[in-house]
């Protein structure tokens, strides 16, 4: 093939398709991913809080410290408001400026010598002798797809899709302060937030406040966070008469890894494969995981003869098994009084905990 031609393409350079190109990258592979936004930092669908295994055990980990805020304990709020502070030795989140971060991961895969194509879009894709042929790009070896829950990818290569989603909304309130800004304030609503919760953090550039709820096509509802803010704002800390800055929306996959993330070298990654906690959807440590491990596997086939990158991708996916069983208790609790009055139980703390501190291969 001409030297041109790229081993592997990758669509969408969000974190499981950076990780992804620069494991392959590394390895020696020409690799060109397709980003549409023609700025990485724009019109973000995550609220991008690393957790302690991101932030030690990859490349997340060098995220300069001026992009990142630790913080070290979260507050469960019950509807009633009554709240319980919950907190492990060593454990930590950050939070982050997270335009900044995908700007300074666009410069990393640049750096490791992948050709990022900024306001480039996947259009359509087939199959060739050689692997795919991808509009606008020419053929590849290998294709992944890392274009979020709504994959084009996995459509026209025939993939799986995620089945269930969440719908959230998040304001970004620019240069404030929370009365209490070291920890993650998570707020449990049936009224608001049916199937997920509200959230409010403080990250580097000032407050970040979120609402997500369970999505249903057939009757789909806007997460009003405005009432919701009003609800739990002075309980979070939020300073009154705030105006947000820029706001994020978007759907959440929550229903674990999609059936049939891939085949015939086209592989899912990210929030296309399913990767996200179905009761956190808590997503950056896995797909960055996830991606990464693609990346290599790819390079180990292309250069080594290693496995098939197909199979390596299927079972490196996590399983989510408890949280997937956390997932169908909480949905089938239709009220918000078994809430306030466990809160503060041995038992719900245990569950809480195993949700939000470590035990992430559960």
């Not at 990758?10 to 494991?23: E, K, L, W």
């Not at 797809?145 to 909304?169: N, P």
Request: aromatic letters at 8%; one cysteine or more.
């Amino acid at each position: 093939m001409p030297a041109s031609t790229p081993d592997l393409i990758v669509v969408g350079a969000s974190f499981a398709g950076a990780a992804c190109a620069i494991a392959a990258a590394q390895r020696g592979l020409h690799v060109c991913v397709l980003e549409r936004k023609h700025d990485p930092g724009e019109k973000l669908h995550t609220t991008g809080i690393i957790v302690k295994e991101a932030a030690e055990q990859t490349l997340l980990g060098r995220v300069p410290a001026t992009m990142v805020r630790r913080v070290e304990q979260v507050r469960l709020y019950a509807p009633s408001l009554k709240q319980v502070a919950l907190a492990a030795p060593g454990y930590y989140f950050l939070t982050t400026d997270t335009p900044a971060v995908m700007r300074w991961l666009a410069t990393q895969m640049r750096t490791n010598g992948v050709d990022l194509r900024l306001g480039s879009a996947f259009t359509s894709c087939e199959r060739s002798t050689e692997g795919w042929r991808v509009d606008g790009v020419g053929h590849a070896r290998y294709l992944v797809g890392a274009d979020g829950a709504r994959s084009r990818v996995a459509r026209h290569c025939g993939l799986g899709g995620v089945r269930q989603f969440l719908y959230g909304i998040e304001y970004e309130f620019p240069g404030a302060r929370l009365a209490h800004p070291d920890a993650l304030h998570c707020f449990i609503s049936r009224r608001h937030a049916p199937g997920y919760i509200g959230w409010i953090a403080q990250n580097p550039t000032g407050i970040q406040a979120g609402l997500a709820l369970r999505h249903d096509p057939a009757r789909a509802r806007v997460p009003d966070i405005d009432d919701f803010l009003l609800r739990v704002g002075q309980a979070g800390g939020l300073p009154r008469l705030l105006r947000p800055g820029t706001t994020r929306a978007g759907l959440i996959p929550c229903s674990g890894p999609v059936f049939d993330l891939a085949r015939d070298r086209a592989i899912l990654v990210g929030d296309a494969a399913g990767v996200v906690s179905p009761v956190t959807a808590g997503g950056i440590h896995s797909a960055w995981e996830h991606g990464w491990t693609v990346g290599r596997a790819i390079a180990a086939r292309l250069r080594d003869g290693g496995p098939e990158p197909e199979q390596v991708a299927i079972d490196a996916a996590p399983r989510f098994r408890f949280k997937r069983a956390l997932r169908w208790a909480y949905d089938r609790m239709p009220f918000d009084w078994p809430f306030d009055l466990l809160l503060q139980t041995p038992p719900l703390r245990w569950a809480a905990e195993q949700v939000y501190f470590h035990k992430r291969g559960s």
